[in-house]
């Protein structure tokens, strides 16, 4: 069976610091990966999916990039954060064939930039 | 742009009555739509979905309507229990550019009280 792991489950960041957040998907060859954000108490906002290794697209302009050196690993990745990039992110993955495909969610990260 | 309006933002029920969240979407070409629920600090799962060739779908306590035409889909869950109790996430999809692009309600926030 699939699984998806996503990893750090908590971080506290200084304002400025680097940010590395990796996922990894099991059980599925060439899966379409996403990068959630979900601000407190609000609904989920897609910032990157990708649908092959280095093809990687964003949905919002923002102080985050995303990168998929492997098949089945996609990082999120920040160079200086910004207190307004705290939140809760999921990575998620979906099969590539067909129309209408399940997206199935990590147990996220949070993260809090002090 | 593509939308969707979930409501009610909160809903208290006593164990044992029905909820129903009511979803709406904007974009005619939406083909699929599931449901998850998020518990606290942990991602978002699946709980049931529907594909846009069915009325209606069924899963023990827990059923989805579509109505394609108004546009608008439902979860109705039957005989609450405490452990129901969790933000619920509608969305809509379609495949565009590849990939799952899935559109999220903003959530609802379920109690359930014993």
């Known amino acids: 069976s699939q699984t998806i792991h996503q990893w750090p489950a908590t971080l506290v960041q200084p304002v400025g610091s680097p940010l590395s957040l990796e996922c990894t998907v099991e059980g599925t060859s060439n899966p379409n990966l996403y990068w959630y954000r979900q601000a407190a108490g609000r609904g989920l906002q897609l910032l990157f999916y990708s649908v092959g290794i280095g093809q990687i697209s964003s949905e919002v302009p923002q102080n985050l990039s995303a990168s998929r050196p492997q098949d089945r690993q996609f990082i999120l990745s920040s160079k200086k954060l910004l207190l307004s990039d705290s939140g809760f992110y999921l990575c998620?993955?979906?099969?590539?064939?067909?129309?209408?495909?399940?997206?199935?969610f990590g147990e996220g990260s949070w993260l809090t930039v002090v | 742009g593509e939308n969707v309006e979930q409501h009610p933002s909160t809903l208290s029920v006593q164990e044992g009555d029905s909820a129903v969240i009511k979803c709406t979407y904007s974009?005619?070409?939406?083909?699929?739509f599931p449901w998850y629920k998020q518990e606290l600090g942990k991602g978002p799962q699946l709980i049931i979905d529907i594909r846009s060739n069915v009325g209606e779908k069924k899963d023990q306590r827990i059923a989805v309507t579509l109505n394609k035409t108004a546009k608008h889909f439902s979860l109705h869950i039957t005989e609450t229990q405490p452990e129901d109790s969790a933000v619920y996430f509608c969305a809509a999809s379609k495949v565009s550019g590849g990939y799952n692009k899935l559109i999220f309600g903003a959530g609802t926030r379920l109690a359930v009280h014993p």
């Open positions: 974009d005619s070409a939406s083909n699929y």
């Open positions: 998620a993955w979906s099969a590539i064939q067909g129309s209408g495909n399940t997206i199935y």
